[in-house]
Nanobody
Framework: QVQLVESGGGLVQAGGSLRLSCVAS????????IGWFRQAPGKEREGVSC????????YYADSVKGRFAISRDNAKNTVYLQMNVLKPEDTATYFC?????????????????WGQGTQVTVSS
């Protein structure tokens, strides 16, 4: 069965950095789009960044462009999200997710599998 296990969340001051990791099992990353989503209290879940399985194309939400970077290590079945210059508005639960649809980052309802989430809190 597919499992996505996130780690790396925590409490950080504004301007700081965190790196999230997602270890995937039960399938190979070669065959899926994988990415990061987040959900803040009272808000809808949104796509933050995704990377495709075909050519490694990446997507970033406008709010994180220039600050976040997604990468993957297929040998380790792991996807990373490097988050720099964090802002209080980045505070949310961050979920790793996999989809067979390359547009899932724009439309989270297209996600096939979700991780359990990791909390990121940015203090001002």
């Amino acid at each position: 069965q597919v499992q996505l296990v996130e780690s790396g969340g925590g409490l950080v001051q504004a301007g700081g950095s965190l790196r999230l990791s997602c270890v995937a099992s039960g399938f190979t990353l070669d065959w899926h789009v994988i990415g990061w989503f987040r959900q803040a209290p009272g808000k809808e879940r949104e796509g933050v960044s995704c990377i495709t399985n075909t050519d490694g194309s990446t997507y970033y939400a406008d709010s994180v462009k220039g600050r976040f970077a997604i990468s993957r290590d297929n040998a380790k079945n792991t996807v990373y999200l490097q988050m720099n210059v964090l802002k209080p508005e980045d505070t949310a639960t961050y979920f790793c997710a996999v989809s067979s649809d390359p547009f899932a980052c724009i439309k989270p309802s297209l996600v096939n599998y979700w991780g359990q989430g990791t909390q990121v809190t940015v203090s001002s």
